[in-house]
Every structure is written in structure tokens, then in C-alpha cells.
């Protein structure tokens, strides 16, 4: 079980570009997690999703910001027209359809510059 | 949605002292309550969970308690080493269809 994996670890985007977060749950995880950690912050909630279906977006900002799980391949996290704002790590997390312990991957660095 | 409180926000005691961390959170409906280590540059990783029918859980050094009435709970470090050096989460939800939300985060030094 190769656990929870982010690509890419790292990804550096000038203003104005889009960014893509891919995140494949672990083996037998039905949901996932996208949390946006800012430089010594806290893990801000983002979204909720099970495969074709968002549970809880209510964390996501209202423009630029989307996410999907398709039926097969990883979650993805979109950010279009990229700001110096969303410079942050990107954690994502998979649970199974019990919701109990939250399995985070590496995470992604987003540097926009 | 669930909002979760955290205090202290920072926290620093001496090696072999105990260190406690306090959570609150809003939403009755909870009934699962992790907390997780955060290393430097690291990923965020459980190190030990408690459901609503329990009051206290135990492993090592570590403990967790729950009070469902007052809607708290905190975590509890004895005996504590350098390498609990860290940043802790608690976190709390649902079942399925609850999203899992997390406090602000304490940051944990220990000094030998």
C-alpha cells in the first residue's frame, strides 16, 4: 500500500497560470480531503468528495477554485489565474466511507510567483 | 459547519514535564476526534483518536480525554522528550457526510 500520493511535491506558477493537484487515495479510500496550509498556519479546511460527488465544499473560495474525483483516476485540485495569495501547501487526505482516520500525503508546495 | 477551537497556540516546557493541549468545537453531531503531529516540513500524521462514547484513551505517554457535555477535549503529553518537539492538531467530524475540521494548531517545544 503505497499510502497517500501528491503530485507534484513541488510546483511553481507565475501569476496568471493555472495550477493542477493531483492527489490518488490510498488503496480501499473511497473519500478525499483538500486542506491549504499557509506558511506556521493551521490545515484550512477546502473540500469534501467521494468519487463523482462533492460532499462539502464549503471551505473552497467562491472563484477560481475546483475540485473533482473522478470515477477513476486521482482527486484534482484546479486553481486558475493563479495569485501570489495562493502560494501555500496543498495537503490531501483519504478516509474510507467510515470517516474516521484521515491519511494525508506529502502535500504540494505552490509557489506562485 | 464544525468550528474547532485550539489553545494554547504555543506551548514550551522543560523535558520530562507534561504538556496539555485544550479543543472545543461547536457541532453536537461530532463523534470523532483525532489529533495529529506535524513535523517541520512534514506531513500531518494521527497519533491517537477518540469517538464519542468513550472519555478517555490512553497509549504511552499519550492520553486523550473527552468531555461530550461541555463539547471539549484535550490531549495530554507525560513525560515529554525533545522529539515530541512538534506542531499538534486536534480535529473533529462526523460520520460520512461530516467534513473533518481542524483547530488552528499548538506549537509544541520541549527543551531538555
Known amino acids: 500500500n503505497a499510502g497517500v500520493m501528491q503530485n507534484p511535491r513541488h510546483l511553481v506558477r507565475r501569476r496568471g497560470q493555472e495550477a493542477r493537484l493531483r492527489c490518488s487515495p490510498m488503496k480501499g479510500h473511497s473519500h478525499v480531503y483538500w486542506y491549504r496550509q499557509l506558511p506556521e498556519e493551521g490545515l484550512k479546511f477546502m473540500v469534501y468528495l467521494q468519487k463523482e460527488n462533492i460532499i462539502d465544499e464549503s471551505g473552497m473560495p467562491k472563484e477560481r477554485f475546483s475540485a473533482e474525483f473522478p470515477k477513476e483516476g486521482p482527486s484534482i485540485l484546479r486553481i486558475q489565474q493563479v495569485v501570489r495569495g495562493d502560494s501555500a501547501a496543498y495537503f490531501c487526505a483519504s478516509v474510507t466511507e467510515m470517516n474516521t482516520e484521515a491519511f494525508f500525503g506529502q502535500g504540494t508546495r505552490l509557489t506562485v510567483v | 459547519g464544525e468550528n474547532v477551537e485550539q489553545h494554547p497556540s504555543t506551548l514550551s516546557v522543560q523535558e520530562g514535564d507534561s504538556a496539555v493541549i485544550k479543543c472545543t468545537y461547536s457541532?453536537?453531531?461530532?463523534?470523532?476526534f483525532p489529533w495529529y503531529k506535524q513535523e517541520l516540513g512534514k506531513r500531518p500524521q494521527l497519533i491517537i483518536d477518540i469517538r464519542s462514547n468513550v472519555g478517555e484513551k490512553k497509549d504511552q505517554r499519550i492520553a486523550v480525554t473527552l468531555n461530550k457535555t461541555a463539547k471539549h477535549f484535550s490531549l495530554h503529553i507525560t513525560e515529554t522528550q525533545p522529539e515530541d518537539s512538534a506542531v499538534y492538531f486536534c480535529a473533529a467530524s462526523g460520520d460520512s457526510g461530516y467534513a473533518l475540521n481542524f483547530g488552528k494548531g499548538t506549537s509544541l517545544l520541549v527543551t531538555p
Open positions: 457541532d453536537s453531531a461530532s463523534n470523532y
